[in-house]
């Protein structure tokens, strides 16, 4: 049972000790609990697990978090037994009983800790747990852990659970009824609850305790089929994102998420999510009001958006400069459905978590030059980008695909019928293209020849970055019926102005990889999801 943290990246270019107390509601109280196991009796002793929880501390104190006890600075609880840290559980769910309906509690643990094989849920280990598992280690597993804290009436709980999860063998019945009981379920749908391998909605408890608007996100360093490492990294990761403004707490743990796959180390772990958070998440220092309406689907999925049914002009006018003979004369299509698109291009970070699974072929990557999680993915083929929409499916448990030419095109102009998203004229500014190059008499500056950050520049009116520019990205579209080669869209860092035009489309063999080719995901809404789309 190896404990987890193993990303080895480049230090944050922000000075995090000069970052402001958060700006918050003066009715959101604000509690942690830190507890670090380290000195086992039956297990390895940790080495690292002291510092990783004065370091979340120290980050927490300075997000205007008190302690659990509902007074002064957050404080590491450290080698509690059992009895010990049922305890302070117990005396953390009072404070937040008594911190009232608006508080935001926050746990992190950082120890040993195992799943149980029946049915996925996890345990976190005591220092005096022994080698067989007993009925009372329900009271230290997710499930329950989530559920007795819910049952505080805090808004929102954040469980952090640094630790392992290598399977153990299944439980004793008992156990599984303790669990049943502690959480309200049937025993026979417990193993339904817990050990979620990635973001999904929600399994509420039919408890009167929980209100509509309470939520929870439990984060775990490692996937359900991944060890550990005790050597820091995920807490000093943590610890950095949660001082980061403009990000709530579901930005900065997907950006951890997106760090981790970017290690070069031999040691791997993949962080996943059980997301059950409702309405807007809270923020530790101060959140992006663009990013109000954005999601993702687990922990390495993209950021998508979703996009309303409607008209969009399609094609070019025969007058339009640069105009190419495939391109069809411009007129109206209607996109039937709402659907969900990438905010961004598939990032390196995310392909990285696809290649690290063996679900992707490793490609050539322009990170090694700038270690920025949201560099795109690049030198992709449109066979490789199948084999990514085809492992995010797994991941997510949602249908994910490549974007029609109508929809990226829809996507892309956002309303505009012009050349370019923001009308008939480009500048440097505006794109990362050759910038060498002019359109229309357009300015020019200085050749940057590398793609830039996926959100390096202004969104458009759909809320979606660099849809112009940057990477080409595929689509499912085809130049004839045996679809002998496959349609990009939307230009690159190497091209002319001209090619990020809306209705620019590029012809090229599906197995062909460019460093300029990239791609942006697109997903089908499911029925309770398109209500909220307008």
């Known amino acids: 049972m190896s404990r987890m943290g193993v990303w080895c990246v480049a230090p944050l270019s922000i000075a995090l000790s000069c970052v402001a107390l958060p700006a918050r509601a003066a009715d959101e109280p604000r509690l942690a609990l830190v507890i670090v196991n380290g000195t086992y009796r039956s297990f390895d002793r940790l080495g690292s697990t002291y510092a990783d929880g004065d370091r979340v501390a120290t980050a927490l104190n300075a997000t205007g978090f008190t302690d659990a006890s509902g007074q002064g600075p957050v404080q590491v609880r450290r080698d509690l037994d059992r ?7 117990a005396e953390f769910r009072k404070a937040l009983a008594a911190a009232g309906p608006k508080a935001f509690g926050t746990l992190y643990f950082s120890g040993h800790g195992a799943a149980l094989g029946s049915y996925g849920d996890v345990m976190l280990m005591p220092v005096d747990a022994a080698r067989d598992l007993t009925p009372e280690s329900a009271t230290l597993t997710r499930a329950a852990l989530t559920h007795n804290l819910l049952g505080s009436g805090a808004q929102t709980m954040l469980i952090v659970l640094d630790m392992c999860r290598n399977v153990l063998p299944a439980p004793p019945p008992s156990l599984t009824q303790m669990i049943a009981a502690e959480t ?3 025993a026979s749908v417990v193993g339904e609850l817990a050990g979620s391998k990635g973001l999904r909605r929600m399994v509420r408890a039919p408890s009167t305790t929980i209100r509509p608007d309470q939520g929870y996100l439990v984060a775990f360093s490692t996937s359900a089929d991944q060890v550990a490492f005790d050597d820091g ?5 943590l610890a950095e994102e949660i001082r980061r403004p403009q990000q709530n707490i579901a930005d900065a743990l997907k950006r951890v998420s997106d760090r981790v796959a970017l290690s070069s180390g031999k040691n791997f772990q993949k962080p996943t999510f059980d997301y059950g958070l409702q309405g807007a998440p809270p923020c530790f220092i101060s959140c992006d009001r663009a990013a109000s309406d954005r999601f993702y689907d687990c922990a390495n999925c993209p950021w998508m958006r979703a996009i309303p049914a409607g008209v969009t002009p399609f094609g070019s006018p025969l007058t339009e400069a640069g105009r190419s003979g495939d391109e069809p004369v411009q007129a109206d299509v209607r996109i039937d459905r709402p659907f969900a698109i990438g905010v961004y291009e598939v990032t390196i970070a995310e392909w990285n978590a696809c290649v690290r699974d063996d679900g992707c072929m490793k490609t050539g990557n322009w990170s090694k030059e700038n270690p920025n999680p949201l560099i795109p993915a690049s030198d992709i083929s449109y066979e490789d980008a199948q084999a990514f929409v085809a492992w995010l499916s797994v991941q997510s448990g949602r249908a994910y695909r490549l974007p ?11 309303g505009s019928p012009g050349a370019f998203p923001w009308g008939d004229d480009i500048a440097p500014s505006m794109a990362n293209y050759d910038h060498t190059a002019r359109y229309h008499g357009s ?5 940057r020849g590398y793609p830039e950050a996926v959100n390096g520049y202004p969104a458009n009116a759909f809320g979606l970055n660099q849809m112009q520019g940057n990477v080409w990205e595929w689509t499912s579209g085809c130049t004839d019926a045996s679809c002998r080669a496959r349609i990009m869209r939307g230009g690159s860092f190497e091209s002319a102005p001209g090619a990020l035009r809306s209705a620019n489309r590029f012809a090229v063999p599906p197995g062909k990889r460019r460093q300029d080719g990239g791609l942006r995901v697109v997903r089908d809404l499911e029925a309770d999801e398109i209500g909220g789309v307008s």
């Open 83 to 89: 009895a010990a840290m049922t305890q302070a559980i």
């Open 184 to 186: 309200g379920m049937q």
């Open 233 to 237: 990294v995920f807490s000093r990761i």
């Open 404 to 414: 029609t030419e109508q929809e990226w095109e829809y996507a892309s102009r956002a």
């Open 443 to 447: 300015e020019t500056a200085p050749y």
